[in-house]
């Protein structure tokens, strides 16, 4: 796996997952969304320690900053 996620990137998806993570513990959510929010938080926060996202490989995107030569 190369990597394909640059810090930035990496930074946004996991204050993403602790948002829904506050929501999820405040009671703001709850049933199937709390499911399908918290299924997507563990997903971005894999995906950000990976520094891999999958879904960035059919698209060719990468967010990673390109080596000076």
Same mark, same amino acid.
């Given at each position: !796996? *190369?990597?394909? !996620?640059?810090?930035?990137?990496?930074? =946004?998806?996991?204050?993403?997952?602790?948002?829904?993570?506050?929501? @999820? #513990?405040?009671?703001?959510?709850?049933?199937?969304?709390? =499911?399908?929010?918290?299924?997507?938080?563990?997903?971005?926060?894999?995906?950000? #320690? !990976?520094? $891999?996202?999958?879904? @960035?490989?059919? $698209?060719?995107? &990468?967010?990673? *900053? *390109?080596?000076? &030569?």
């Amino acid at each position: !796996m *190369k990597k394909n !996620m640059g810090s930035a990137d990496k930074i =946004i998806r996991l204050l993403l997952a602790v948002g829904v993570a506050v929501l @999820y #513990f405040t009671g703001t959510i709850s049933g199937t969304l709390a =499911i399908v929010l918290g299924v997507l938080a563990v997903v971005f926060v894999a995906t950000s #320690f !990976m520094s $891999f996202c999958p879904l @960035y490989l059919p $698209f060719g995107i &990468s967010t990673c *900053k *390109k080596a000076s &030569s």
